[in-house]
């Protein structure tokens, strides 16, 4: 009985080893292809253009002097999944990281983070201070935030924050020293004025949105290798600079914004709350509750169809900008100019003027898991998508032009693309089936990044993709997927038959074989491997009964079920002693 114990234990240790062993080259395999396959991607399938944007008035827009209308456009020359694997995992622990407490350095003295003994958000800054005598002193601020106040000493009468979400904020426009946070136990916003040394708590989020879980605030971005996204204004000629050249075609005219634009990373009176689901949600300053819905992640198109709605963990990368139109008046109600973005500092206005800043809308991109498809999307300020275009490469077929997804383009359009492909098919295929077949149930669960560094199941191959795919119905995707694995299920297959084959001969009992094919089809060569790793090392005999080769350990042969044969030994009648006998006289007793 321990012997088999010992052997089920070292056919389980073996089997281990191998498979990751094994999985180790397929794993350097697969990534080679896919960075490979990334790098030779077709230029003309990296970028997405929306023109005119749908963002812009009609007064602004339509305005005759316009020679190039506004538009908005994403580039994918940098791919995210080159920069993933230790180094993503370092970054996201880096300071402002995904997975760090320091949640924003505005300079070498200004910084926040989550005091990890206190439980409370520990800001700190430098802060210039005027004396008796009018002159300016430095002084170092420190705060500690709880939901409940703010001191400058830690107290434990304002609670305690449990993974705060704090607001990122890129733009020149926001308040220096005021922050917003989410409270998750709470499940409210609130506001920090580290001027005031004040808290404000907005209304309880769950009454009207139970279900809600938001991940970010303010400046929507996953990844810093994220892709490129442009804003561009309309924009007119130029009269000064093309006076000279007044017969030059438009597109080669210096044009110039209809009105400045500057960055657009603010969005005016709210902030863009990203939900877990995929959707974003509008946040009012003032009121800190929600004032409408802004618009979603869009979903790029895989190479089994266009994913309908995301969620951040589904895309490799992902941003969102908004875009605000401040209006600067008089005080007699005449507009004194116009800008896009946020470059001005309300506080620094003249006092004969006033600003309102009108949120426009949003624009935002998205990354597929692979790398290889992206989207881009416009939605207006009531959170209605405009528009919205997916990275393709342009064909001719006869004389009206085609378009194939980037993402088909990327396996096959490019000169060593096919090879490539069926590489990573090949190696897909090498895998075992049980785990392929799992990767098709598993493949939501897994983060878009973290996709690219499974070892055992594969979150991005093919047959994944299959279940990503929401045109066809469940019983379809499942045979589509099944025959994608059909290589690797017929080589497990032919391997089971030899290890079924094998373990007859050598004298396994029908539940050890049956037990050794089972895991030969689900497995297939990393099992096969173990098999033959741990197939005992015996010399077999011929047995005297059916003239096979038997095993000498088993008590019967396990062909005939024949016993061992022994003869009997009985002693002769005849026997010679130990005497001297003389040459003459031979006499045998």
């Known amino acids: 009985m321990k012997s088999v114990i010992h052997y089920r234990i070292q056919v389980l240790t073996a089997g281990f080893i191998v498979l990751l062993f094994f999985s180790l080259p397929l794993f350097c395999l697969r ?80 910084y926040m983070y989550l005091d990890k003994k206190s439980g409370q958000l520990l800001y700190r800054d430098i802060d210039s201070q005027t004396m008796p005598d009018k002159s300016k002193q430095l002084r170092r601020i420190q ?32 308040k220096k020293h005021e922050r917003i946070v989410y409270h998750k136990k709470q499940q ?3 506001k920090i004025d580290f001027d005031r040394a004040t808290v404000t708590q907005g209304p309880d989020i769950s009454k009207k949105h139970p279900d809600y ?36 075609p438009v597109d080669q ?60 963990k589904d895309l490799l990368s992902y941003t969102v900008h908004p875009l605000v139109l401040n209006k600067f008046y008089r005080n007699d109600g005449t507009i004194l100019n116009m800008s896009f973005g946020d470059p001005y500092d309300p506080e620094r206005l003249p006092n004969n003027s006033r600003i309102e800043r009108e949120y426009l809308g949003m624009y935002a991109t998205g990354i597929s898991r692979t790398g290889t498809a992206m989207a881009l999307a416009v939605y207006n300020a009531e959170g209605k998508r405009i528009n919205a275009k997916y990275t393709r490469l342009p064909q001719s077929e006869h004389r009206y032009k085609s378009y194939l997804q980037s993402s088909k383009a990327t396996l096959w359009s490019s000169a060593w693309a096919p090879a490539l492909t069926i590489g990573k098919f090949l190696a897909e295929n090498l895998h075992p089936p049980v785990l392929s077949i799992a990767s098709y149930f598993t493949t939501s669960t897994f983060e878009a990044g973290a996709g690219h560094r499974a070892l055992f199941l594969l979150p991005n191959s093919f047959v994944a993709m299959i279940s990503r795919d929401s045109r066809e119905n469940w ?39 049956r037990r050794w094919i089972v895991g030969t089809v689900a497995f297939g060569l990393p099992a096969y491997i173990t098999y033959k790793l741990t197939r005992p090392k015996t010399t077999l005999v011929t047995c005297i009964n059916c003239g096979k080769l038997r095993r000498p350990d088993m008590e019967k042969c396990h062909h005939c079920n024949s016993p061992w044969h022994i003869p009997e030994r009985t002693p002769p009648a005849w026997r010679v002693l130990d005497e001297d006998i003389d040459e003459g006289d031979q006499n045998v007793r």
């Open 31 to 110: 990534f080679l292809c896919e960075i490979s396959l990334l790098e030779i991607m077709p230029s003309d399938a990296r970028s997405i253009v929306i023109q005119p944007s749908g963002l812009v008035p009609s007064e602004l827009e339509d305005d005759p002097n316009v020679v190039h209308h506004s538009l908005v456009a994403a580039d994918l020359y940098r791919h995210p999944m080159m920069h993933l694997g230790l180094f993503d995992y370092f970054t996201s622990r880096s300071p402002e990281g995904g997975r760090s407490n320091v949640y924003f350095i505005e300079s070498d003295e200004a």
């Open 143 to 174: 705060f500690y935030v709880g939901p409940e106040g703010i001191s400058e000493l830690p107290n434990q009468t304002f609670g305690r924050f449990d993974d705060p979400i704090v607001e990122q904020n890129r733009s020149r426009q926001y």
């Open 188 to 190: 409210r916003f609130l």
């Open 213 to 248: 879980n938001p991940i970010q605030i303010g400046f929507l971005s996953k990844n810093r290798f994220a892709p490129n996204i442009t804003w561009v204004p309309p924009r007119i000629k130029d009269i000064d600079a093309t006076v000279n050249e007044p017969n030059l």
């Open 253 to 312: 005219r210096v044009l110039k914004p209809i009105i400045p634009s500057f960055d657009h990373s603010d969005a005016g009176p709210y902030l863009l709350v990203l939900d877990k689901s995929g959707r974003i949600d509008l946040l009012d300053k003032q009121t800190l509750d929600f004032a409408g819905t802004a618009g979603y992640l869009p979903g790029p198109e895989t190479y089994f169809g266009t994913m309908p709605s995301v969620t951040p």
């Open 475 to 513: 019983a379809e995707r499942v045979a589509t997927a099944l025959w994608w694995v059909i290589p690797s299920i017929i080589l497990a297959i032919w391997l089971a038959w030899r290890v079924g084959k094998d373990a007859t001969f050598i004298g396994f009992s029908p539940k050890a074989r």
